[in-house]
């Protein structure tokens, strides 16, 4: 049975896990994303970062969920939102090119003595500084989640302090390049 | 709280401003919530209401006083009334509808809500609900059963204008009964159902994020009919789904045609009339032999309205292994959920069916039906007989006889489900009714009690469980009240039967609180205690005699206490973790 080339083809397939960014177009309310939230918390999927907020239209809303798993599983994920009720539009970007950014504020201690350091890290990441006290300071790092994650490991070693994230927001890029 | 008040009254209909607009639009009417909500259901041709009263629904049971467009059966548990209604639902295909009221009585229903969700049946459930200026003040009464039910719902509302109230009630019933149908339910919080607002009477319904797909992809129904039409080893694997859409005279049509075999799952009994020669009746766990082997053997399975369950597919890697695969439903998450699928085909069964028939050639199955006519010979279902006493399966048969097949049956959950669905005759649609996805034991007796409101013209068999049946016993109440003709035929065997063979197979007979006997009443004198007839057989004659006795009252609920052999267990069964075609067909002695 197990010699069966389409099982053992599925098998394979189930081991590589990749990540996606899918973005729903919700009616707004709060019972669409609780239902989302229940739905991946019911049915064992995993949420990486979630981001809820007013879409362009009034009234709707577009929540940007990042995730990973194997493609069987992130087929049924997309399935699943499909069938809440209040959503209207599921996409998983990570099949076509798309922008994504992410914020994170981050909180940490800065000893006078160490605060170039920490300016130079900032310019590097192209951040900002945007809160001082005498031994802390704030820094807002704008930029995928691999970026700050990075910036997160760099200011590591000073102590953090507090760090606020917003999750993934993304949209799918218009124009590639080639026409 | 006196402004929250206030500002309820200005969204309502009391002020000027919004006489004038009604003014405006003469063919709408100002009604307040309840009465809304009565019209409504009424328009919507709702005729029967399950229910149970209280605080938050007062206004509500005014309403329904002396109603005679709406015939309220007042259940005597909550849980007792979702059961209710989806027996009504699944008996009638219409919607079941419920009303409770806030709190307690929302909460009771949930065990009912989730076994129609798993079960994909259609029903409405209005809850009560505290004043919207008390929501969150953790109010008398007051529970979040929108928060509780919202992983077990299709979809759910909270009305918090009553001028939304008639189009969310319209919506909420569209929702339920179309697509892959689901319970909905509404929570009416007290002043939506005492304060005015609008009545349209406009029974559009159109919601942009809700637009379930009824046709198949006419390139995918061509290829599933190639798959078909040249294979030497085809089945067709039928369930809940082609009841659900009223799809069986074109799964019969078609079968019939292709002379391909079909098996179904135990949410599809009656899809395919087993007195059919291309019936391989129900497969997966309990199933025939012949079923599960032709589900292990065949080269094209065609899955319609079925969804590959745990309980059907037996350990995935071993099912089915050598088949291309194609499968109908309606729900695309139902689709390569658990086995991976070549075809799949999302639309409505009653639209792709016919679409597939056209194109599929007959294939030449002569040789695989060679194969299926042994394995049926050589392998039928086992129906042990003794003389002293009544073993279990002789009662499913001697039921299949007394009704002569045209019986609803009506399940509760357990060893007796499992036999009635292999040993009765299912040969029409919306016979057998059981609680399939969820498995809840309590479900059979006022499941039938629906049923039974639903079908006053076939005789309602309720087969239960000593265990099951004396979880929802006091429906008894109801039936009697209403003059509800259910037959419950109760497979007494003094144990929780189906927990007692696991224990004894794979937990070297340590039975542990599994034994009910010293605790169980004399069924009859309880029946008759509520005003029902009990009726009590203990050999084989004396049960010819019950059913004779039984099939002749029409005017009250009837108990059968059939008192079986302890300890016989349902074969064939494939052990939890095994492949179908390892299944054990019997005791290593017999």
């Known amino acids: 049975m197990s010699s069966n080339p389409q099982i053992e083809m599925n098998h394979t397939d189930m081991g590589t896990k990749s990540k996606h960014t899918i973005s729903v177009l919700v009616d707004h309310n709060l019972n669409a994303l609780s239902r989302i939230l229940g739905m991946f918390n019911g049915r064992g999927f995993d949420i990486d970062t979630i981001s809820f907020g007013e879409g362009q239209q009034p009234g709707l809303a577009r929540i940007t969920i990042t995730t990973h798993g194997d493609s069987q599983i992130v087929e049924q994920i997309i399935k699943q939102l499909h069938n809440v009720i209040d959503v209207i539009k599921v996409r998983d970007l990570s099949f076509e090119p ?52 990075a910036a997160l490991g760099m200011l590591r070693q000073f102590g953090l302090v507090e760090v606020a994230r917003t999750g993934t927001v993304a949209l799918r890029r218009e124009f590639t390049g080639d026409t | 709280m006196n402004n929250q008040a206030t500002q309820v009254k200005k969204d309502s209909l009391d002020d000027k401003h919004t006489e004038a607009l009604v003014d405006a639009k003469p063919q709408e009417q ?60 699944r008996a009638t295909g219409k ?265 599929t050639e007959k294939p030449d199955t002569k040789e695989w039906w060679d194969t299926l006519n042994k394995w049926k010979s050589d392998h039928p279902l086992q129906s042990p007989r003794a003389k002293d006493h009544i073993k279990p399966q002789h009662m499913i048969e001697a039921i299949s006889e007394v009704t002569k097949g045209e019986a609803v049956v009506v399940t509760d959950v357990g060893q007796h489900q499992m036999w009635a669905a292999q040993l009765y005759k299912y040969n029409h649609p919306r016979s057998f009714i059981s609680s399939g996805g969820l498995g809840t034991m309590g479900y059979g007796f006022p499941a039938a009690m629906g049923a039974a409101i639903g079908n006053p013209d076939r005789p309602v068999f309720c087969i239960s469980g000593d265990g099951g049946f004396q979880m929802t016993i006091f429906e008894l109440a109801t039936c009697v009240q209403n003059n509800i003709p259910v037959k419950i035929a109760i497979m007494n065997n003094g144990y929780l039967g189906m927990v007692r063979q696991w224990q004894e197979l794979f937990f070297d007979k340590r039975y542990s609180s599994v034994d009910l006997r010293d605790g169980n009443p004399d069924f009859v004198k309880l029946a008759e205690g509520y005003g029902a007839v009990g009726l009590r057989a203990t050999t084989p004659e004396e049960m010819d005699e019950v059913l004779q006795k039984a099939m002749e009252i029409n005017d009250r609920p009837v108990v059968m206490d059939i008192v079986v052999d302890r300890e016989e267990n349902c074969y064939p069964m494939v052990p939890a973790g095994a492949a179908l075609n390892e299944m054990v067909e019997g005791n290593s002695e017999q």
């Open chain 2, 30 to 89: 100002i009604l307040n919530g309840s009465e809304i909500l009565v019209k409504t259901l009424t328009d919507l041709g709702v005729d029967t209401i399950f229910g149970y009263p209280g605080g938050a629904v007062l206004p509500i049971y005014d309403k329904l006083y002396n109603n005679p467009d709406l015939n309220h059966i007042l259940v005597r548990h909550e849980q007792g009334g979702t059961h209710a209604a989806d027996g009504y639902a």
């Open chain 1, 98 to 149: 798309f922008v994504e950014r992410e914020l994170a504020l981050i909180k940490v201690s800065a000893h006078p003595s160490r605060r170039s350091e920490i300016m130079q890290i900032v310019n590097v990441f192209r951040a900002k500084i945007i809160d001082m006290s005498p031994d802390k300071l704030t820094i807002e790092v704008t930029g995928n989640n691999d970026k700050i994650t």
């Open chain 2, 95 to 359: 919607p079941g509808v419920v009303l409770v009221t806030s709190g307690p009585g929302g909460t009771n229903t949930v065990t009912g809500i989730a076994t129609a969700a798993i079960d994909s049946i259609p029903l409405v459930v209005f809850t009560g609900q505290v004043a919207t200026n008390l929501i969150g003040n953790d109010a008398f009464q007051e529970a979040d059963i929108v928060g509780i039910t919202r992983p077990i719902t299709k979809h759910s509302y909270l009305v918090k204008d009553v001028n939304d109230l008639e189009y969310t009630i319209r919506e909420a019933f569209h929702i339920a009964t179309t697509g892959k149908p689901g319970p909905v339910l509404i929570d009416l919080p007290k002043d939506m159902v005492m304060s005015k607002g609008h009545y349209t009477g406009n029974k559009t319904v159109n919601k942009r994020s809700y637009r379930p797909v009824t046709h198949g992809h006419h390139s995918q129904i061509m290829k599933a009919a190639d798959l078909l039409s040249n294979a030497k080893k085809p089945l067709i694997y039928a369930g809940g789904g082609v009841l659900l859409g009223k799809a069986w005279e074109e799964l019969t049509s078609f079968a019939e045609r292709v002379n391909v075999p079909v098996t179904t799952t135990l949410m599809g009994l009656g899809c395919f009339p087993e007195s059919k020669s291309q019936s391989l009746g129900m497969l997966g766990m309990h199933g025939t032999y012949y079923a599960n082997m032709a589900m292990t053997e065949c080269d094209v399975l065609l899955a319609v309205g079925a969804r590959f369950d745990d309980r059907v597919t037996g350990r995935v890697d071993g099912f089915s292994p050598n088949s291309r695969k194609i499968h109908i439903d309606i729900d695309p998450s139902c689709i390569a959920k658990n086995i991976p699928v070549e075809v799949p085909i999302v639309g409505d069964v009653k639209n792709v069916l016919p679409q597939l028939d056209n194109y």
